[in-house]
């Protein structure tokens, strides 16, 4: 089983918080709004820490992988799910770390929090022994009008956009020196030892996704920086 350990900062509470009859969406450190139609409103979770991990934690079928000639998209993806990882990507460029791979079980995963997520109506983080070796962030969109792209909504924001508060807010500080509340979810994206992910969104049916992304190896270790 992984050694890691998810912690709790105590100053950033992981609070379970309810969605009354798809009307209340949940509250999280701050609503997002740049570069996405006003009419749409994005909660995210809040970001993980990783205190420890020993070379168990290693992903051994990442690091044989990049051995060989693994492609970037390993198979058809949606325009939803391509959006998704370009944005990924584009922000990494620009700090020339390298781009990370679509995995069809981070996907499946991720599926199967996200179906969790929307049926609870609580945006909240799933136990580190439930995804060994894989990071998380969550994303809850809602609108009155139908979400055509709820995927790529959501990793807009999470702060991936030249234009959005949270790049601003990190200085590359040793996590979590700062406000890693602010930042936490950027530097996971941009964690440079991160190769793989695989994002899903499940729907309540009342107008509102949740959106999970999941990362393999996971970033945000404690005491170390992005890139």
Not at 112 to 128: I, R, Y
Request: proline residues 5%; positive net charge.
């Amino acid at each position: 089983m992984l050694f890691t350990t998810t912690c709790t900062w105590s100053l950033l509470l992981i609070g379970i918080q309810s969605v009354a009859a798809g009307h209340q969406a949940p509250k999280s450190r701050r609503d997002v709004q740049a570069d996405i139609p006003s009419n749409i409103k994005i909660v995210l979770g809040k970001p993980e820490l990783i205190v420890s991990a020993d070379r168990r934690s290693i992903d051994l079928g990442v690091h044989i992988g990049q051995r060989g000639s693994l492609p970037i998209l390993p198979r058809a993806l949606t325009a939803n799910q391509t959006d998704a990882l370009n944005l990924h990507n584009k922000a990494r460029a620009k700090k020339k770390i390298k781009a990370l791979v679509w995995d069809s079980k981070l996907e499946k995963d991720a599926k199967a929090w996200a179906v969790k997520l929307a049926k609870s109506g609580k945006l909240e983080h799933s136990t580190s022994e439930d995804r060994p070796n894989q990071g998380e962030n969550l994303a809850y969109v809602s609108s009155s009008q139908p979400i055509s792209a709820p995927m790529s909504i959501g990793t807009k924001g999470c702060h991936l956009s030249s234009r959005l508060a949270e790049i601003k807010d990190y200085h590359n500080e040793i996590i979590p020196k700062g406000n890693f509340s602010d930042y936490g979810h950027y530097t996971q994206c941009m964690w440079n030892t991160t190769l793989k992910i695989g994002i899903a969104t499940a729907s309540n049916g009342k107008g509102a996704w949740f959106t999970v992304a999941r990362y393999s190896p996971p970033g945000n270790y404690v005491g170390r920086r992005p890139y």
